[in-house]
T-cell receptor
Framework: AQSVTQLGSHVSVSEGALVLLRCNYS??????LFWYVQYPNQGLQLLLK??????LVKGINGFEAEFKKSETSFHLTKPSAHMSDAAEYFC????????????FGKGITLSVRP | DGGITQSPKYLFRKEGQNVTLSCEQN?????MYWYRQDPGQGLRLIYY???????QKGDIAEGYSVSREKKESFPLTVTSAQKNPTAFYLC???????????FGPGTRLLVL
C-alpha cells in the first residue's frame, strides 16, 4: 500500500519569500512522485515529477523538489513566491507498472501576502 | 489541440436521479481515471480503465458506474445510490508506458 502525508492544510508566505511545502510518502516499492497545482475550479496541472535518476527535480514556474529516500520525503520549494503562486498543491505517489495508480495527499493551500 | 474535455462544467441532480458526467480525450491515451475531490480530502479514485471494454473499481466506487466502449470516452454515472454526491469530479488519462496522468477541467455536481 502507498500513502502520502502533507502536513498542514494551509501555508501563508509573503511575496518574495521562500515557499516550502512538505510531502512525506510511504511505498513498498520504489515510487514515482508528483506535485500537481490546482487553481480554483480548475483541473490539476503537473508541476514536476520524480521517476528515476537525479533526485533534485526542476519543474514549471520556478518550483523544484528533492527526493530523499532516507527521509521518505519529496518537499516542494520555490526561492521567491509570487502572487500568482496562490493555489492548492497536491503531492502524489504512484506505483510502477502497467496498472499504476496515483495516491494523493490531502493538499495544501498556499496564500501569498503582498 | 490535444486534451481532455469534461462536460458539463456544472451539473445539478435531483434526489433519486441518475446523472452522467462526460469525459473525452483526444490524446490517444490508453488509461482513463475518475476522481472525486472534496474540500480537505484530496482526490479519491472512483474507477479506472486501462483498455477499452475493461474497468476496475477504485477506492470509493459504491454508488457510481462507468463504461469504456471507446478509447477516447469514459463516462461516469452517479446513481441514486450515491447518497452524498456533491463534489468536484475530475477525469484523467495516461499513456501506456508513461507515468504521468493528465487532468481535465472538472465537473462540479450539486444536489437540488
Amino acid at each position: 500500500a502507498q500513502s502520502v502525508t502533507q502536513l498542514g492544510s494551509h501555508v501563508s508566505v509573503s511575496e518574495g519569500a521562500l515557499v516550502l511545502l512538505r510531502c512525506n510518502y510511504s511505498s513498498s516499492v520504489p515510487p514515482y512522485l508528483f506535485w500537481y497545482v490546482q487553481y480554483p475550479n480548475q483541473g490539476l496541472q503537473l508541476l514536476l515529477k520524480y521517476t528515476t535518476g537525479a533526485t533534485l527535480v526542476k519543474g514549471i514556474n520556478g518550483f523544484e523538489a528533492e527526493f530523499k529516500k532516507s527521509e521518505t520525503s519529496f518537499h516542494l520549494t520555490k526561492p521567491s513566491a509570487h502572487m500568482s503562486d496562490a493555489a492548492e498543491y497536491f503531492c502524489a505517489v504512484s506505483n510502477t507498472g502497467a496498472n499504476s495508480k496515483l495516491t494523493f495527499g490531502k493538499g495544501i493551500t498556499l496564500s501569498v501576502r503582498p | 489541440d490535444g486534451g481532455i474535455t469534461q462536460s458539463p462544467k456544472y451539473l445539478f441532480r435531483k434526489e433519486g436521479q441518475n446523472v452522467t458526467l462526460s469525459c473525452e480525450q483526444n490524446l490517444n491515451h490508453d488509461a482513463m481515471y475518475w476522481y472525486r475531490q472534496d474540500p480537505g480530502q484530496g482526490l479519491r479514485l472512483i474507477y479506472y480503465s486501462q483498455i477499452v471494454n475493461d474497468f476496475q473499481k477504485g477506492d470509493i466506487a459504491e454508488g457510481y458506474s462507468v463504461s469504456r466502449e471507446k478509447k477516447e470516452s469514459f463516462p461516469l454515472t452517479v446513481t441514486s445510490a450515491q447518497k452524498n454526491p456533491t463534489a468536484f469530479y475530475l477525469c484523467a488519462s495516461r499513456s501506456r508506458g508513461q507515468e504521468t496522468q493528465y487532468f481535465g477541467p472538472g465537473t462540479r455536481l450539486l444536489v437540488l
